[in-house]
T-cell receptor, first 117, second 112 residues
């Protein structure tokens, strides 16, 4: 158990409303990631973080923002949800310390299923 | 061309057989490769990582890497019904951020 919890696990919202998904880890990992998973597209990286207040974009970042004010929490925000953002969102933590960086070995949370009507 | 390609399947094998899952990637400078298993409705879990050409064995699983051919495979020996899942191939982008590019996954069905 990598000590990752995501909340909420399920959410239904309406187009145009803001949504925030939370990822919480208990193991002090530096690297955290948000992916979305859709049929036909697999897992795609939205944003990632390599430390407190250090974040960067992934391949599908449009319409999403993130924040990391504490090591243990990585928040994903949809400022104005659209139907195209209906998806399953996975948070992951990555192993890796020091100058070598992240290894690519990821441990995923249980996922948050978001439906935008 | 997708950066990481897998046949979506389903790949169906009888119990006890060898299941062979394949993956190709486009970026020649990639150095780190991973196989994740995802049961239906669950999150992906890491089962194998491989960094050097050749084979890497872990129990019933063998990962094979051929960088010249840009090809990664996963062999599952003595397949069990509990191996039925989607297997995701992932390639790490160069650099130290740990960013992975995933294939779409191959669904494996092991029939008793």
């Amino acid at each position: 158990d990598a000590g990752i919890t995501q909340s909420p696990r399920h959410k239904v919202t309406e187009t145009g409303t803001p949504v925030t998904l939370r990822c919480h880890q208990t193991e002090n990992h530096r690297y955290m990631y948000w992916y979305r998973q859709d049929p036909g597209h697999g897992l795609r990286l939205i944003h990632y973080s390599y430390g407190v207040k250090d974040t960067d974009k992934g391949e599908v970042s449009d319409g999403y923002s993130v924040s990391r004010s504490k090591t243990e929490d990585f928040l994903l925000t949809l400022e104005s949800a659209t139907s195209s953002q209906t998806s399953v969102y996975f948070c992951a933590i990555g192993r890796g310390t020091g100058l070598a960086g992240a290894t690519g070995e990821l441990f995923f949370g249980e996922g948050s299923r978001l439906t935008v009507l | 061309q997708k950066e990481v390609e897998q046949n979506s399947g389903p790949l169906s094998v009888p119990e006890g057989a060898i299941a062979s899952l394949n993956c190709t990637y486009s970026d020649r400078v990639s150095q780190s490769f991973f196989w994740y298993r995802q049961y239906s409705g669950k999150s992906p879990e890491l089962i194998m990582s491989i960094y050097s050409n050749g084979d890497k064995e872990d129990g019933r699983f063998t990962a094979q890497l051929n960088k010249a051919s840009q090809y990664v495979s996963l062999l599952i020996r003595d397949s069990q019904p509990s191996d039925s899942a989607t297997y995701l191939c992932a390639v790490k982008r160069p650099g130290n951020t740990g960013k992975l590019i995933f294939g779409q996954g191959t669904t494996l069905q092991v029939k008793p």
